[in-house]
């Protein structure tokens, strides 16, 4: 806290009233309406509503409070508030502004989902004369305006960094003559290239939350699949007896793995020491039984052409509300098949261009915390009063 200005009680500058069973349920909000609702989530609007007997119209603004998420909101415009939100009223002497960032500042304990502002209300806020806060405030809004142009040039250039791998992939990957055969899955299965693709145990048999364990199988879903890879470390697991008393799904290593259910099109190489490891009814299993014949690097980054993408989220559509591709629909999916040296050169290449991919984004992401990590710097250099 400064040592150079008076502080108060937070309760003697602040009046507060709570939303609590009066701010509008989340089961309430819209898509449109008339009024914004504003509550404790991460997003400034999370709703809409025609609800007028709730609006709130700041005079000339107010500061929201999440009870249970810390989160801390400026508003300027009529709204309605969400539930288990504090709506705070500065008094004369203390600029609305100034409180946001006053709070943002606040070390609050995690508490989890028990309410915060017990907590909030037990502190002293420091009450510099209001030029003093006004000038501490636009020093703020513009570091922090600049912060979040630095972050989003950071997240285009991640965004770049994925378009051109794309658009390389793609341009390796463009229809073509020649010695390169256009064969279905179901071609490569009949021909022995492949092992007929197989997904996760569907109905009774399917493993739920009350079935994983802390130490045992890998149970692999989409959300499992990063950068090209199945993580099996931090994924769900079940254990080994009833892994065994399954009847499909089991995914060995170096399987190339393809969601088809909901996220459809994500791709990933298996690799494991186990001797397998259980998918969902999530994942596909591609097992390529005759590797002089097709690499399973090669049918990894097919996958991720914009083409083949395009195909499956074509029959992954036709005549359902939700995304799904069965195993029966993906045998007529196809796959262009070059001779095995074309496959090795196309499939080192990919692998030197995601690697470099990868590095750049890894890189721009460190950089993108380091941004983001300033903002309680600077908040701790205005409250100290170092600005």
């Known amino acids: 806290m400064s040592k150079r200005w008076p502080t108060r009680p937070f309760e003697s500058v602040v009046d507060s009233r709570g939303s609590g069973s009066t701010g509008l349920p989340t089961k309430l909000w819209s898509e449109s309406g008339s009024y914004p609702v504003i509550g404790q989530g991460s997003e400034q609007i999370e709703g809409w509503t025609d609800r007028q007997d709730l609006l709130v119209t700041p005079n000339p603004s107010i500061v929201l409070y999440g009870g249970h998420t810390r989160r801390v909101k400026r ?47 037990k502190s002293l806020i420091p009450l510099p004369p209001l030029s003093e806060q006004r000038r501490i405030v636009d020093i ?24 051109l791998f794309q658009s390389e992939l793609d341009a ?5 003559g020649g010695e390169w055969e256009l064969l279905t899955v179901r071609d490569l299965v009949n021909r022995d290239v492949l092992h007929k693709p197989f997904d996760g145990n569907h109905g009774d048999a399917h493993p739920t939350r009350r079935d994983y364990v802390s130490v045992g199988v890998p149970f692999l879903m989409t959300s499992d699949l990063h950068n090209g890879l199945a993580d099996t470390r931090n994924c769900k697991h079940i254990s080994r007896k009833m892994a065994d008393a399954l009847r499909t799904g089991f995914a060995r290593d170096n399987d190339v793995l393809l969601s088809h259910k909901g996220t459809i099109g994500k791709a990933a190489v298996l690799h494991t020491d186990l001797d397998y490891v259980i998918l969902t009814p999530q994942l596909t299993s591609y ?34 509300t939700r995304s799904y591709l069965g195993i029966t629909k993906q045998l007529d999916l196809p796959i262009a098949i070059p001779p095995l040296p074309e496959q090795r050169q196309i499939t080192a290449r990919l692998d030197k261009l995601s690697e470099t991919t990868l590095i750049a984004s890894d890189l721009y992401r460190k950089k993108s915390l380091l941004i983001m990590n300033l903002k309680p710097s600077v908040l701790h250099a205005a409250f100290d009063g170092e600005l």
């Open 287 to 320: 097992r390529v039984v005759d590797p002089r014949r097709l690499l399973n690097r090669y049918l990894y980054y097919y996958f991720q052409n914009t083409g083949f993408q395009r195909t499956m989220s074509l029959l992954a559509g036709a005549g359902s």
């Open 75 to 121: 508003v300027t415009t009529p709204f309605v508030p969400g539930p288990n939100v504090k709506l705070l009223q500065p008094h004369s002497g203390l600029d609305s502004a100034f409180l946001t960032y006053f709070l943002m500042h606040l070390p609050i304990e995690n508490r989890g989902y028990a309410d915060h502002f017990p907590l909030v209300r």
């Open 140 to 163: 703020l809004d513009k570091t922090f305006e600049n912060i979040a142009i630095a972050s989003a040039n950071t997240e285009k250039n991640i965004a770049n960094a994925k378009e």
């Open 172 to 176: 390796i990957f463009e229809p073509r």
